[in-house]
């Protein structure tokens, strides 16, 4: 049963006044800052600043109003931009609408399977390489409009994409440049100083630099791309509702980009959930954040959006501005609506260059650029260096899901071959610590023999029970596992207790295992193999497994311990 229960419902019964003021001056603020980055991130994907507005008002309503988290914030983010354009690049912008609509289903349906958890598995090697591998990504997708290279469009293959923009490097614009770096300045500038001056901590950085941007382009009309000069503007309205023109013939093709919007949302949303867990003190619901974002991903491109998660930066300004419900969220988009419907127009002053400067530093900062240093690196395994830099070099020079699979698939091998390494079966010399009658034949060959299993009986290390009878000295009467130490079993370490039980069988000897564990006896039992080897040959301990094995052989058991 699907339950749909948003963290909403939670805060309404007993909300005030008071916490009504605080959510409002936090969503103006986060809602000021996100109108820059909305428009950064749509330009840079390759769609047009409009596209980034309406994602974040249309998304970021819903992901506040439906999700699971009291203060998560959401819109569209940076770490989209490679895969968005990519899209758009392959197939156009129809495609992408169609592509984030699947995402959006792949979404809730996640959510309500409950699969929330399930996003934690992904190693933090994965998380971090991918995270840098995205960066760079954005940061060459930013070079074109930093330096003003006359470039019509640029390839999203990344090889082919390096080769354009080194062909263009002739055609760097000295006033774009300008403008870029200037507004790089002044960014880090009012960051650095803001922390000590308290009103200008009230005007984040980016949205700072915009308007100082904007008001110097639209006093002195310098010669640098524009909003208005590029895309027109923005359009002063509600823009039509309408679903994507959808095409049946690449309608296939979009599986697998569908996917990879789904997955990378799924992470970043739920990571930024977590972040905002550790700084508010409270508890997320991962599976209705899930859903929420899936109705998100689904609404948004009916207003021509595109795809949207949490944002990390906006959730941690919402909490450090005051924001403590959802109520804080669904005001940031509303103030974004207000802003289109009222200021629109000024938009068209605003220089690509700045926002691209903005972009670039956005790039920056999300990188865990220190994860790269030796120094860093060395005090982790091959197997950690490997995954993350193999899941960062192909994320920049294939692809993010191409990426992500290598990294898992690289992380569950070099599992499977820790856990089996940690797997292994000793021989217990029962004559040390039991005085055994008809232990041994006359001749010296025992007749039991007794072994104690470690770890994990699954398809990694089955093979180390199935060697098992090379380890023998002879042929024993009674073969005896001591399983007090196995925590687990799967259908193929099943498998191979039956093949040992079987093979034992055809010389004359006799299986028993003694000390399961909930799960090792519960998968015994439910496979019927307890009913196979005999209920009397599942014992409690090796003890009267000893004396079990002693009267199968006609002794009547003796033991003394040593």
């Given amino acids: ?190 960051n650095r100083v803001a922390t000590r001056v308290a009103w200008m901590r009230r005007l984040p950085g980016p949205l700072a630099v915009l308007i100082i941007a904007t008001a110097v382009n639209a006093l002195f009309q310098m010669p640098v791309d524009t909003i208005g000069s590029r895309f027109g503007g923005i359009p002063q309205e509600i823009p039509p509702i309408g679903l994507p023109e959808l095409s049946l013939g690449t309608l296939g093709k979009l599986i697998a980009p569908a996917v990879t919007i789904a997955l990378l949302g799924a992470i970043e949303s739920l990571l930024s959930a977590r972040v905002a867990d550790s700084l508010i003190d409270n508890r997320h619901d991962p599976n209705q954040e899930l859903m929420a974002q899936g109705i998100a991903n689904i609404a948004a491109p009916l207003f021509g959006g595109f795809a949207a998660t949490g944002a990390i930066a906006r959730t941690a300004t919402n909490i450090r501005t005051g924001g403590r419900t959802p109520v804080a969220g669904m005001v940031h988009s509303l103030v974004l609506l207000a802003v289109v419907l009222a200021l629109a127009p000024l938009a068209s002053h605003i220089p690509l260059a700045t926002l691209s400067a903005i972009v670039v530093i956005v790039s920056v900062n999300m990188g865990d650029w220190h994860a790269f240093s030796w120094n860093e690196l060395k005090r982790y395994s091959a197997q950690y260096r490997l995954i993350l ?123 028993i295992l003694c000390d399961l564990n909930a799960q090792p006896a519960s998968i015994v039992a439910r496979s019927g193999f307890r009913d196979s080897l005999g209920e009397e040959q599942v014992v409690a301990n090796l003890t009267e497994a000893l004396m079990r094995a002693q009267r199968m052989r006609g002794h009547e058991p003796e033991l003394s311990y040593v």
């Fill in 1 to 190: 049963m699907i339950r749909f229960r948003p963290k909403l419902f939670d805060t309404l019964p007993g909300y005030s006044r008071a916490a009504f003021t605080q959510d409002f001056s936090s969503g103006i603020t986060v809602g000021v800052l996100a109108l820059p980055l909305a428009m950064a991130f749509a330009i840079a994907s390759g769609m047009s600043p409009t596209a980034g507005i309406w994602t974040a008002i249309v998304a970021g309503f819903l992901i506040a109003a439906l999700g699971g988290s009291h203060v998560q914030i959401g819109g569209p983010t940076g770490a989209f931009i490679p895969i968005v354009y990519a899209i758009v690049a392959d197939y156009g912008v129809q495609s992408l609408l169609i592509a984030t609509m699947m995402s959006g289903v792949m979404l809730f349906a996640m959510g309500a399977f409950r699969l929330g958890n399930m996003i934690r598995f992904i190693p933090v090697s994965v998380v971090i390489g991918f995270t840098n591998g995205i960066a760079v990504v954005i940061f060459i997708s930013q070079i074109k409009d930093f330096l003003g290279l006359s470039i019509d469009s640029l390839p999203g293959e990344f090889f082919a994409k390096m080769e354009v923009l080194f062909g263009a490097l002739g055609t760097i614009d000295g006033p774009t440049v300008a403008v870029a770096i200037a507004s790089i300045a002044v960014l880090l500038s009012w």
């Fill in 389 to 511: 830099l193999g899941t960062f070099f192909v994320t920049v020079v294939f692809d993010l899901t191409l990426a992500v699979e290598l990294g898992m698939a690289l992380a569950s091998l070099f599992f499977i071959y820790r856990m089996s390494d940690l797997t292994r079966i000793e021989r217990v010399q029962l004559e040390d610590h039991y005085g055994v009658v008809a232990l041994s034949r006359p001749d010296g060959t025992p007749r039991i023999l007794a072994y104690r299993v470690f770890g994990s009986l699954f398809f990694g290390a089955a093979n180390k029970l199935e060697n098992l009878m090379l380890m023998q000295d002879g042929h024993p009467d009674v073969v005896i596992l001591d399983m007090e130490k196995v925590i687990n079993i799967d259908t193929t370490g099943l498998d191979a207790l039956q093949t040992l039980h079987r093979t034992l069988k055809k010389r004359g000897a006799d299986l």
